[in-house]
């Protein structure tokens, strides 16, 4: 049996837990509660972490998790993304300022980012186009980073797959 | 929103709402060669699909145009490209466009106009049309190039793309890794440009394997690299201080020139993941 994950992270309401439905086998578990911050802007909200899979056969699988998003469960990040295959670090442009959202991950990640497969979905930029892919990019070359960017509707299966094919091709590169 | 970093694509739809489409950041799109004038390009109304096939074109066609096209949001606009009822006003213009050019959908009454292209937009088409308005443009020539040092900036840093020039030969045996994901103007939209980009944003890789994992042809790999380097987005190490590490994993036949139809007969991790996923590495 191996058990190979991916982890979703990003603040909330970026869409980690739609992503992970658009790639799991079953529809994921959740772990979703009435949401009573009203800041966040949605009706639910994940407190512990979601959880999906697909099959690879042979006894192998992909285990896609995604962190709940809120600042104070900052201590389950790291431990969740410990040994992952891969990181897709997800971002709301639609946000008031998604660029430092950015950078709390790329703070919280810091030590396992130089190492990672990563990548970085940038959702709802067609309504936001601002900060645009390059400016993300610009702030990873800043720390030293070279991750993917790319625009992401995560409601699109074929979005989701693009990042986690990115990540593939820095997985594969560095095996 | 600085002119030369953004274009946004607005449909106007049948309620008279303006829906945003598309944002590119395309301006600068080539620096113009020494001596070359300057000449702006707004889209309106257009779809992504139109956005992508007119910057692809000014990339490909640069060689039969006489002046240096950019796409602009703004400002100094030449020509307009527009789709719809009637093109709006240009935000920020002294002075209205020298010519429009009509993006219409086959079918319509206009499409035997002059000024009027028809869907999907043609290489051939476009091209001529800006030939056509470049012999007519006989506005002020830029200001020629002062002798001194070079800015520090290289163009994709600056927001524009450096075509490769023709000397650039990249290195056979050296080694390539990004020192940043390139712009979007870079990329252009591109999956093979994204594989190759993701695999050198891990590590440094030669020219075999660049092709082996990506699974792009070499010419395609060859010319994305003289792209990169023409941006001084790669960091480039000759393979004797960096030896290339041998492939654990069954390697993929690089791109053959007839399509191979045919999954790879790979049973590595990732090709279980990417056969799983119905990811391909298929052209």
Redesign the interface.
Known sequence: MKHHKIVFTGAPGAGKTTAIAALSDAPPVLTEVRNTDAGLGKQHTTVGLDFGQVDLGDGQSIRLFGTPGQLRFEFMWRIIATDALGLVILVDNAKPDPLADFAIYLDAYKDLLPTMNCAVGIGRSLENPLPSPDQYAELLADRGLVFPVLPVDVRQREDVLMLVETVLFQAEART | ?DRA??V?VRRVDAGGAVK????V?TEKAAPAAAGKRRLGLQAQRLTPSDVARMTTFLRVGSDRLQCAWEVVSGGEVHVLVWSGNEPDTVVGALDGPLASLQLVDPGTGSADSAGVLLRPLQYEAFIDALVALERGYSGPKPPVAKAGPQTALAPAAQ?GVAEPAASIAVPKDAHF????????AVLQQDRYH??L???????H?GID?LVR??NVGRPQCEAFLATLIANELLDVRLSATTPARP???VAVAPRASTPDTSPPPDTS??S???R????TLLR
């Open positions: 929103v970093a953004r946004v945003p489409m598309l944002s950041a927001g890794r990004l020192r940043r994901w390139p712009p979007a994204l594989r980009a993701s695999c050198m944003s891990a590590r890789l394997e994992l990506s492939a654990k994993l991790l990732f279980k993941i990417r799983r996923l119905g990811l």
